[in-house]
């Protein structure tokens, strides 16, 4: 179940994570432009300043932590130098005091002592005890118990027994069997009775003890040497320092032995006079850590106490079976560090304020043309004006594009004034092939009337002419469509041609040199007629006779190539190159006056751009004094049966 409620916790998590996510980018994704740019810009500025300051300040509390470990080791470590020090001299001072002959015997003797004895004891080796106790300053007292009854007691030195308090070390000395032990306790500075107050107050002693034996493994007395806390361990038992940020322990395995200004010892000797405590931690919870957190000879380890945060570091002290242990408080330099660290997000958090401003307004200043481009296409768009002025400021990308959407307006109104002119024009066409078609039916009548009274008078050309000129005012006013086939626009040059041969005494001659695959392809009506007729009119000299007019074509891929060929006078080089360049241009009224021969041309070569492309037209070739050659190039298309067709098709090759 546990598991179950686990991964449930985690699923909605999830679920809450990226619902927050696809909301924020929704909302944002209705921003405008500027505050997009914004918010990008502090993603990019902030990511990675976040990323570095977390890197930093964690290298930083790495380092400080680092440092305050490696200088509190330092203490800890001189301060278990020093225990062990005064250990060594303790010890050391206790067996040298036992060590002597005459004071073992002296303490050991079963008969009593005579006068001289006595005194030579107090002459020649008392002071050898004195001495060793004079030249270690450290050494509070040393002090030689036995129960002889027949040995004297030699102040400050050598003691009956029964001077020990009830809470005597004897029996715990018995039970060591001449090794040394170690005990913490209470006492007066002299067992003598009737000192002065001073000299009778208690102090806080660490003290050597070790049973004296006689020969046979006898109790015979027991030693101790003892020093003051304060002088055995300093910065334990020592008055605090102010403003220190670390308290010394020694504990033992069971109860402590010390905690500093507070002492308690494992049988509750004595309890030290109060000092104030820099670690407001209590004794319980120390001796905790040390049952939970100690492990090993030495260590260090960290843990958290009233929502503060310690550091603890431990050694162990041979010969005492205890561990000296240093709590450090952190929040102090953990809160310094914890100050620049709110101070440099403070700061960073500034500093892109600042520049978010900055970068707002110079956004702001460079968007304002894509603001304006914006508030013209809404106006475009809602109003319908497209005769508005967009103002351009400056080279850039922006400006660039409101010339564009300013070009494309201006592209609009003439494509809309041009649809217009043509639908004023298609609509005055109609109304113009209406009326010729009204009066059609009168000229039809009339030269149906005068053909029948050609052939009555038997004027067979006449009629014939009539007939052709009939044909072609059906051909010219029943428009039907812009495309015909070329069969039919041939038809319509023949009863052309016919007509002028009336005029000219049958000396045009039409040769027509076309297949069958030619006939349907799709062509311009009336695109025909002026090549030919400004062949006879411009070509044809009156001196000349025959005059002939050829037309063929052939087909090069899905183009096809008519030719109207005449052999008449032809035209010069310069003549040409004029009437050539002159259906390049897009505008009529630029072709120069008096150019004969050209704007028939023009207006053929002109319709064939517009309906087929620019590609296709008019190329005009001649040989000056013999032929002209007009070319009329056009897509190959058929009116009745498509683009493909049988291979009659005469290629150019």
Request: with cysteine; net charge neutral; aromatic share 8%.
């Amino acid at each position: 179940m546990p598991g179950r409620a686990r991964s449930q916790m985690k699923s909605l998590l999830r679920r809450t994570i990226w619902q927050w996510m696809t909301g924020t980018t929704d909302r944002l994704g209705g921003c405008s432009l500027q505050v997009k740019l914004i918010v990008a810009y502090i993603g990019v500025i902030l990511i990675p300043v976040v990323l570095f300051s977390l890197y930093t300040f964690h290298q930083l509390y790495e380092n400080t932590m680092k440092d305050i470990t490696v200088q509190n080791q330092y203490v800890l470590d001189t301060e278990l130098a020093h225990i062990h020090s005064n250990m060594e001299i303790m010890e050391r001072t206790a067996q040298l005091a036992i060590s002597d002959r005459n004071v073992l015997h002296y303490l050991t003797e079963e008969r009593e002592i005579s006068s001289d004895e006595l005194v030579q004891f107090n002459l020649n080796v008392f002071p050898n005890l004195q001495h060793l106790l004079y030249s270690n300053p450290n050494v509070e007292n040393i002090r030689l118990y036995t129960n002889n009854p027949q040995t004297h007691e030699i102040w400050p030195m050598i003691f009956k027994e029964s001077r020990l308090p009830k809470a005597s070390w004897l029996k715990a000395a018995q039970l060591r069997q001449g090794k040394i032990w170690w005990d913490m306790y209470k006492g007066p500075k002299s067992l003598l009775g009737g000192q002065s107050r001073q000299e009778s107050e208690t102090v806080q002693y660490m003290a050597l003890l070790r049973e004296i034996q006689s020969t046979g493994g006898r109790h015979a007395g027991l030693v101790e040497t003892n020093m003051r806390l304060e002088l055995f361990s300093p910065r334990v038992f020592g008055i605090p320092q102010r403003n220190r940020a670390w308290q010394m322990f020694i504990l033992n395995g069971g109860d402590s032995i010390s905690n500093g200004g507070k002492l308690v010892s494992s049988t509750d000797i004595a309890t030290a006079s109060f000092q104030p405590d820099p670690i407001p931690i209590p004794l319980s919870h120390v001796h905790h850590l040390l049952q939970s957190r100690v492990q090993g000879q030495g260590g260090v380890f960290d843990f958290t106490y009233g929502n503060k945060p310690y550091l603890g570091l431990y050694r162990y002290i041979e010969g005492l079976d205890a561990y000296l242990l240093n709590v450090v408080a952190l929040d102090g330099p953990l809160g310094d560090l914890r100050q620049k660290r709110n101070a440099m997000l403070l700061i960073i958090s500034m500093l892109i304020l600042f520049m978010s401003v900055i970068s707002y307004t110079l956004h702001a200043f460079i968007l304002k043309q894509l603001h304006t481009l914006r508030e013209s296409m809404k106006k475009v768009e809602q109003e319908g004006d497209f005769q508005l002025k967009i103002p351009v400021y400056g080279r850039g990308e922006v400006a660039e594009l409101a010339l564009y959407f300013r070009s494309l307006l201006s592209r609009i109104n003439g494509l809309i004034a041009e649809a217009v002119h043509k639908q004023a024009t298609a609509q005055e066409a109609e109304l113009l092939a209406l009326k010729h078609q009204i009066d059609s039916h009168f000229l039809y009548n009339t030269l149906e009337n005068l053909k029948m009274m050609a052939e009555i008078e038997r004027q067979y050309p006449l009629s014939d002419a009539l007939t052709s000129l009939g044909s072609m005012m059906r051909y010219n006013l029943q428009w039907s469509g812009s495309c015909v086939t070329l069969r039919d626009e041939i038809r319509h040059i023949q009863h052309y041609v016919a007509i002028m041969n009336i005029r000219h005494d049958n000396q045009i001659g039409l040769e027509i040199h076309l297949s069958s695959a030619f006939m349907e392809l799709e062509m311009l009506k009336m695109s025909l007629q002026p090549v030919v007729e400004n062949a006879i009119k411009h070509g044809w000299s009156t001196l000349q006779s025959p005059f002939s007019i050829t037309i063929e074509a052939c087909s090069k891929q899905d183009i096809i190539e008519l030719r109207i060929q005449d052999n008449g006078v032809g035209i010069s080089e310069e003549r040409r190159n004029a009437i050539m360049a002159g259906l390049a241009r897009t505008d009529m009224d630029s072709l120069e006056p008096g150019m004969n021969g050209g704007i028939g041309l023009y207006n053929v070569h002109r319709r064939l751009s517009m309906q087929y492309g620019a590609e296709y037209g008019i190329r005009l070739d001649s040989v000056h004094g013999q032929s002209t050659t007009v070319t009329l190039i056009l897509p190959r298309r058929y009116m009745m049966r498509g683009t493909d067709h049988d291979d009659q098709a005469v290629d150019c090759g």
